[in-house]
Antibody
Framework: QVQLQESGPGLVKPSGTLTLTCAVS?????????WSWVRQPPNKGLEWIGG???????NYNPSLKRRVNMSVDKSKNQFSLKLTSVTAADTALYYC????????????WGQGILVTVSS | DIQLTQSPSSLSASVGDRVTITCRAS??????LNWYQRKPGSAPKLLIY???TLHSGVPSRFSGTGSGTEFTFTISNLQPEDVATYYC?????????FGPGTKVEIK
């Protein structure tokens, strides 16, 4: 059973960089799946941020592309999200998730981590 | 971007009822339309992928159908444990997008 666990600071200052890591257990980050980040701001909908493949390939949401970087650390079996120049609008519950079998949705999710952008 | 709308935004039904949710897309996601269940305090759970394929371990009372830009999700025999918010999501075009959700409650 694959399990995902997000970690990172729960509070980030405006104009700073939000960095989150997702640890993968019960499976390998090199399994052939894409690995994604999804967020939900308070009282708003779910937003796909982007995805990363173990080879380093990435797909980003164009609305965030200028500020997003994702990477995979095979040695630690984890993947990461960096979001730069954050504002209060980036306050959200952030999830990491596994893309299931060639763009057929997300079958495993982390529990989510709340990140607040505030001074 | 493919925009997804869902109707209704919420519904209340009795145990044993048949419940139907509609997801409409601004352009066709082909068959790459997925449905999730999300209970309070939990991450979304994949129920149906590829429009109509039940994900592993999902009860058969859940089903999905559709084509083009209109898709339907059905719970055939509503159970108390089905109280949740249901989301459609398209994985055909980048960026992947989600519908706004439909909250299902028990009368």
């Amino acid at each position: 059973q694959v399990q995902l666990q997000e970690s990172g600071p729960g509070l980030v200052k405006p104009s700073g960089t939000l960095t989150l890591t997702c640890a993968v257990s019960g499976g390998s980050v090199t399994s052939g799946n894409w690995w994604s980040w999804v967020r939900q701001p308070p009282n708003k909908g779910l937003e796909w941020i982007g995805g990363v493949y173990h080879s380093g390939g990435t797909n980003y949401n164009p609305s965030l592309k200028r500020r997003v970087n994702m990477s995979v650390d095979k040695s630690k079996n984890q993947f990461s999200l960096k979001l730069t120049s954050v504002t209060a609008a980036d306050t959200a519950l952030y999830y990491c998730a596994r893309d299931f079998s060639s763009s057929q949705g997300f079958d495993y999710w982390g529990q989510g981590i709340l990140v607040t952008v505030s001074s | 971007d493919i925009q997804l709308t869902q109707s209704p935004s919420s519904l209340s039904a009795s145990v044993g009822d048949r419940v139907t949710i509609t997801c409409r897309a601004s352009q066709t996601p082909s068959t790459f339309l997925n449905w999730y269940q999300r209970k309070p305090g939990s991450a979304p759970k994949l129920l149906i992928y590829g429009t109509s394929t039940l994900h592993s371990g999902v009860p058969s009372r859940f089903s999905g159908t559709g084509s083009g830009t209109e898709f339907t999700f059905t719970i055939s025999n509503l159970q108390p444990e089905d109280v949740a918010t249901y989301y459609c999501q398209q994985s055909h075009n980048i960026p992947f997008t989600f519908g706004p959700g439909t909250k299902v409650e028990i009368k």
